[in-house]
């Protein structure tokens, strides 16, 4: 004698199993795409601050060469300020190695403050007194 009695199981037909797979499958996919669409909203957020973050960076860099550079040259910072960062990092290596010319100690070597228009005034000037001076 069987103590356990037999429950009868109705026999599911192939079009039932078919269609629970299938109602199965939809919803795994309903939620797949939920996942994606949720993905792709972080994948924007996080492209939106990467992009500020960079921008930011890249201002704070142009700021510290420009401040870095204004001292070294007359050129203002409006037209600096129009370079890039690339740009920016050129102009300081050229002006780091252009540095006036100094004394062994450390003293600037400056020549007079003419311009050389000035210079060639100066000396046609000298000349012309002493030619002058002579035809008199």
Do not use: C
């Not at 192939?14 to 499958?25: C, G, Y």
């Not at 890249?58 to 700021?63: C, N, Q, T, W």
């Not at 960062?85 to 100094?102: F, G, I, R, S, Y």
């Amino acid at each position: 004698m069987d103590e356990n009695p037999k429950i009868e199981e109705k026999p599911e037909t192939k079009s039932d199993l078919i269609n629970t797979n299938v109602a199965l499958i939809l919803a795994e996919n309903k939620l797949l795409k939920d996942a994606l669409d949720a993905s792709k909203i972080l994948v924007e957020d996080l492209t939106k601050k990467l992009k500020q973050a960079t921008d930011f960076i890249e201002e704070d860099s142009k700021s510290r060469l420009i401040t870095e550079i204004v001292p070294m040259t007359n050129v203002p910072e409006s037209i600096l300020a129009l370079q890039t960062v690339e740009e920016l990092e050129k102009v300081k290596k050229v002006l780091d190695h252009a540095k006036a010319p100094t004394f062994v100690s450390g003293t600037p070597i400056v020549s007079s403050d003419k311009s050389p228009e000035a210079k060639l005034n100066s000396m046609f000037d000298e000349y012309a007194s002493k030619t002058w001076r002579r035809g008199k």
